[in-house]
T-cell receptor, first 109, second 113 residues
Framework: GQNIDQPTEMTATEGAIVQINCTYQTSGFNGLFWYQQHAGEAPTFLSYNVLDGLEEKGRFSSFLSRSKGYSYLLLKELQMKDSASYLCAVEDSNYQLIWGAGTKLIIKP | DAEITQSPRHKITETGRQVTLACHQTWNHNNMFWYRQDLGHGLRLIHYSYGVQDTNKGEVSDGYSVSRSNTEDLPLTLESAASSQTSVYFC????????????FGPGTRLTVT
């Protein structure tokens, strides 16, 4: 079967750094996406990785290891507005997105 | 600005009724998707379309249908609503597959009583 695992909830402090992990087992791999979803709102795109390594975009970075079936999203200089759920999704061999259940990130002052 | 909209935003209906949720995008995207989102689950794909007159079943398509008569719209119909279909429904569109991000509508919260 296809499976995407993420921690259910994480807590971090404003100004700190947090790493959200995602492991996957899917039928094929055509890339991995990270989305942000604030409570009651739609998911919005953060990043896309298809090759191994780190992609940096401002305060957010995403890492991929295809051989390990592993990715992480790194958020630096945390702000209160970063309180949200972070969704990991893998594009499988049929180009369908398989979604994790999301990690709820709580930022404390 | 291009956008993707959904209507209604909230809907309460009774078991057994037919319900249609609208999705309209002005991105001129070929690909459109319907997902449901429930607590403890990831987004689950209901139906998707890669172009006009093209529709395909997703992971959880039972009890749902879609039609694609133009590029902009992909309405989702619940043929006979069931309490298990109480959920938040998201429509999304993308320019293509293979790394193209999906743009999501604001969602429709459907309650079946």
């Amino acid at each position: 079967g296809q499976n995407i695992d993420q921690p259910t909830e994480m807590t971090a402090t404003e100004g700190a750094i947090v790493q959200i992990n995602c492991t996957y087992q899917t039928s094929g791999f055509n890339g991995l996406f990270w989305y942000q979803q604030h409570a009651g709102e739609a998911p919005t795109f953060l990043s896309y990785n298809v090759l191994d390594g780190l992609e940096e975009k401002g305060r957010f970075s995403s890492f991929l290891s295809r051989s390990k079936g592993y990715s992480y999203l790194l958020l630096k200089e945390l702000q209160m507005k970063d309180s949200a759920s972070y969704l990991c999704a893998v594009e499988d061999s049929n180009y369908q997105l398989i979604w994790g259940a999301g990690t709820k990130l709580i930022i404390k002052p | 600005d291009a956008e993707i909209t959904q209507s209604p935003r909230h809907k309460i209906t009774e078991t057994g009724r037919q319900v249609t949720l609208a999705c309209h995008q002005t991105w001129n995207h070929n690909n459109m998707f319907w997902y449901r989102q429930d607590l403890g689950h990831g987004l689950r794909l209901i139906h998707y379309s890669y172009g006009v007159q093209d529709t395909n079943k997703g992971e959880v398509s039972d009890g749902y249908s879609v039609s694609r008569s133009n590029t902009e719209d992909l309405p989702l119909t619940l043929e006979s609503a069931a309490s298990s279909q109480t959920s938040v429904y998201f429509c999304a569109s993308s320019r293509g597959t293979g790394g193209h991000e999906q743009y999501f509508g604001p969602g429709t919260r459907l309650t079946v009583t």
